[in-house]
């Protein structure tokens, strides 16, 4: 199971961590991924991140602002974010990878308004 | 960047009919991948991995098809549960990249 927390409401430029707690499973044998949704639209992967931390892929819209990490020892996923725009209004979800994303956890609402 | 064209954008079935959605990739993903299911204010679930592998609790009305940069999910009899969207996901290269959609209604 996969519970993402931290999403609130922010100011454009403000900064925000996203977690997901990993449960039921061997956390440090998957890669992991966040997908994000703005409202009314489709899918967009994020970023991914192998086992160790070591190897780490990003869209071309959050470089630079964004950075996915882990705590193997807390079995937790997280994901900064800081320059915050409108635009990075969404649900923000974390994926298990299994190939693709073969587990979803139930999504955390950042909204990004002044 | 590899675009993912999912068509249609909608379709309107009844249950009982047969729906068939295609993704084409820009570029060949070979078999790498996966398509999703998502119902309004839920999180996507997998159905198909690798293209034409059936997710493990999926109902086998569900099947996947195709090899290189076209790609089909078949719905053989639609059931009511399955009005929702469906979207295609490649993961041959990053960035990954989903499909814009597919809106099954009634």
């Known amino acids: 199971q996969l519970v993402e927390s931290g999403g609130d409401l922010v100011q454009p430029g403000e900064s925000l961590r996203l977690s997901c707690a990993a449960t039921g499973f061997t956390f440090n044998f998957h890669w992991m991924t966040w997908v994000r949704q703005a409202p009314g639209r489709g899918l967009e992967w994020v970023a991914t991140?192998?086992?160790?931390?070591?190897?780490?892929y990003y869209v071309d819209s959050v470089k630079g602002r964004f950075t996915i990490s882990r705590d193997n020892a807390q079995n937790s996923l997280y994901l900064h974010m800081n320059s915050l725009t409108a635009e990075d209004t969404a649900v923000y979800y974390c994926?298990?990878?299994?190939?693709?994303?073969?587990?979803w956890g139930q999504g955390t609402l950042v909204t990004v308004s002044s | 960047d590899i675009q993912m064209t999912q068509s249609p954008s909608s379709l309107s079935a009844s249950v009982g009919d047969r729906v068939t959605i295609t993704c084409r990739a820009s570029q060949g993903i070979n078999t790498a991948l996966g398509w999703y299911q998502q119902r309004p204010g839920k999180a996507p679930k997998r159905l198909i991995h690798d293209a034409f592998h059936l997710q493990s609790g999926v109902p086998s009305r569900f099947s996947g098809s195709g090899s290189g940069t076209e790609f089909t999910l078949t719905i053989s009899s639609l059931q009511p549960e399955d009005f929702a969207t469906y979207y295609c996901l490649q993961h041959v290269t990053y960035p990954w990249t989903f499909g814009q959609g597919t809106e099954v209604e009634s």
């Open positions: 991140l192998n086992q160790d931390g070591s190897e780490r």
């Open positions: 994926g298990r990878n299994g190939g693709s994303i073969d587990s």
